[in-house]
């Protein structure tokens, strides 16, 4: 890797990383001493790359360093386009129709020598089975997280039991073939998850819940977490001879 690469490279895994990142964590990403790391280090701070911190301490790239977006690498644009061809295929149909036209931007703005990796992509997501159809427009659910809204809904769970729940939506989560909404519930008074196909309504609510969304995913973080602790203690316990 020549030189002026591995310094962009440095810029973004500064940015990946969001924190404080040590130099023995560079150093072991970018496949380089700690001494060329810290020269490197050296000479992104003599071109006023606005970076915090010291050899020992670690570094941390600071919010007002802006960077032209679109420099992207091979990599990073078949990662996109992988991406992508995967929302398209599980997204709901404005999620879906937002990664056709994702591609189609990042094939205009694409260097010349970088366009054969999105018109002729290699990597494809592949699945047996498409995930079964929502009663709903999923763009509803989406939005309500962002204006914060609470949402009633009409669920039936795995054991066939029908309930009317009214939950503050805080992520959509996706496998292979499901979708999955984590929520906080209002009728069991902590955070439930509720798969899409199972809502047979949803109506998006007038009222919106006080607590900021990025709160309320700490606090799921948090309790799985717990959750997980839990079941592993859990496990070691019958695991133990009698």
Known sequence: ?????????????????????????????????????????????????????????????????????LMLTADELEAAVLGAAWVAQRGDAALARGAQDLIAKLTEVAPEHLRPVLLDASLRPMSFRRPPADAFDGAQVRAAIRDRRKLCI??????????????????????????MIAAWCELRQDFRHFRTDRIATLTVHDDRFATPVATLRRRWEARMREQAAVRRAHLAAKAKPE
């Open 1 to 69: 890797m020549r030189r002026t690469e591995r310094l962009f490279q440095i810029i973004q895994i500064l940015r990946r990383k969001r924190r404080m990142v040590t130099g023995a964590e560079l150093a072991e990403e970018l496949e380089v001493s700690l001494r060329t790391l810290y020269r490197d280090m050296a000479e992104l701070v003599a071109q006023r790359v606005p970076i915090r911190g010291e050899a020992g301490a670690g570094y941390l790239l600071g919010s007002d360093f802006d960077m032209p977006p």
């Open 154 to 179: 009409a669920y039936t769970d795995m054991e066939s039991r029908a309930s009317e729940r009214t939950i503050w939506p805080i992520m959509i989560g996706y496998t292979d073939e499901t979708r």
